[in-house]
């Protein structure tokens, strides 16, 4: 359990914070220090590097490669001066300062403005030695508040596939890539895990009894329940925004049509009716709305409908094969994969407008967004293996999170964690 004690954001200066001319502010980031008791070298260069990894990621600054030489080194005002980090270029500054008492560990972060000797922001944790990770992503989500007016995503997980095992089994990780549990041990097939809204539960298909039936799981406990296990099937769930309904893909009436059903498989509401193959609903951020594949026009596109299946309208006009729908949190756009050789991420407004490729070195897919919309997941064969990588949503500053040498694939991003 982590303890966040008094702190203090300044959230009204982040309009304020620029660098000179059109370029990005330049971040420095100080090695942190032992506030009292021994240094802890690989703690401190952790701190520092998951600090510099985010922020790097966000793509609104350029970090500093090295500091500047110091006189003094402490973390609070007065205590240093700002005054080398303004000759190196520095606009703004992280002081970090940590106590590890073994197995617990305290951490006390420090954001600056150099140009103006202003303190943006300041936090202090006290969690588990094992968290130290976690408090870092806490105080980079912080960092993104201040300097634009909301929270970061980096605290969160990303459920995945992986064939780590020999099989495909479903993992849980950092979204950077690190933590990796492995969540199920079935041996069997296990394919799209997606998040519910409390972040709490997962929903994804498995073929452990030779069906591809439909599983919710509970995260803390690891309790199951097979929720949805009709002949033929059960395939590409996806929660409501409310939590209430999920919707999926069967073909328990002959060929594949959306559905959706209670959270505990119960109630199903057929909303397609089309001799083609519909799958991969995504809901809209407001439930009213659902995005889904089908082959109605002889190759698969993405097309909308009503939540109760009223109104179907295409979206993608462009490209003979589109797939893989996610709505953006925001609701203006729809992230999709085209085949082009192998598969390339797309995005696309929801009227069909600005249809943009993110992505073009090797096969591409299962795009998922970061809950502020500002990143994308997705899976990628660009180093052999599939493999999990992060982008920001307008597909720059893309990077592999996956660390491991197996096949990696359908990352989904949980909630804010």
């Not at 030695?129 to 929270?151: C, Q």
């Not at 039936?213 to 590409?236: F, K, M, Q, W």
């Not at 397609?272 to 709305?289: E, L, Q």
Request: proline share 6%; aromatic share 8%; net charge positive.
């Amino acid at each position: 359990m982590l303890l966040c004690l008094p702190c203090s954001i300044m959230a009204d200066d982040y309009l304020e914070i620029t660098a000179p001319g059109n370029r990005q502010p330049q971040l420095a980031i100080a090695r942190p220090i032992p506030l009292s008791g021994s240094a802890n070298t690989e703690l401190a260069k952790a701190i520092a590097d998951i600090l510099a990894f985010d922020l790097t990621l966000s793509g609104k600054f350029t970090i500093m490669p090295s500091p500047p030489a110091e006189t003094k080194t402490g973390i609070r005002s007065g205590e240093f001066d700002l005054a080398p980090w303004q000759t190196a270029g520095a606009n703004l500054l992280v002081k970090s300062g940590y106590i590890d008492n073994g197995q617990t560990v305290t951490m006390e972060f420090r954001f600056f403005d150099v140009s103006r000797g202003k303190e943006l922001a300041v936090k202090r944790y006290t969690g588990k030695r094992a968290d130290h990770r976690k408090i870092a992503h806490m105080f980079s989500n912080d960092i993104l508040r201040s300097v634009t007016g909301e929270a970061g995503p980096f605290t969160g997980k990303t459920a995945f596939v992986s064939t780590a095992s020999g099989t495909k089994e479903i993992y849980l990780m950092d979204y950077d890539g690190y933590n990796v549990q492995r969540l199920t041990k079935n041996g069997s097939i296990n394919l799209n895990p997606d998040f519910s809204p409390s972040g709490k539960e997962l929903i994804y298909t498995s073929y452990k009894r030779r069906n591809p039936d439909l599983y919710r799981r509970e995260l803390l406990s690891g309790s199951e329940a097979r929720i949805s296990s009709h002949p033929g099937i059960n395939v590409t769930g996806a929660w409501s925004p409310d939590g209430s309904r999920i919707a999926l893909a069967m073909s328990k009436d002959g060929n594949s049509e959306i559905y959706t059903i209670s959270k505990d498989g119960k109630n199903p509401a057929r909303l397609t009716h089309n001799p083609a193959i519909d799958v991969s609903p995504a809901w809209s951020p407001d439930g009213s709305r659902i995005a889904f594949v089908s082959d109605r026009l002889g190759k698969p596109q993405i097309f909308i409908m009503n939540v109760d299946g009223s109104h179907v309208t295409r979206l993608t006009t462009s490209g003979a094969y589109n797939v893989s729908p996610r709505w953006s949190p925001k609701g203006n756009t729809i992230a999709y994969c085209r085949q082009e050789g192998g598969f390339q991420i797309h995005v696309i407004n929801v009227d069909g407008s600005n249809d943009i490729q993110l992505t073009n070195a090797g096969s591409n897919e299962h795009p998922r967004w970061s809950p502020d919309g500002r990143f994308i997941t997705f899976s990628s064969t660009r180093g052999g293996k599939e493999g999990i990588y992060v982008m920001r949503s307008d597909g720059t500053g893309q990077v592999r999170v996956s660390r491991g040498n197996n096949a990696d694939s359908h990352p989904t991003w949980s909630p804010w964690w």
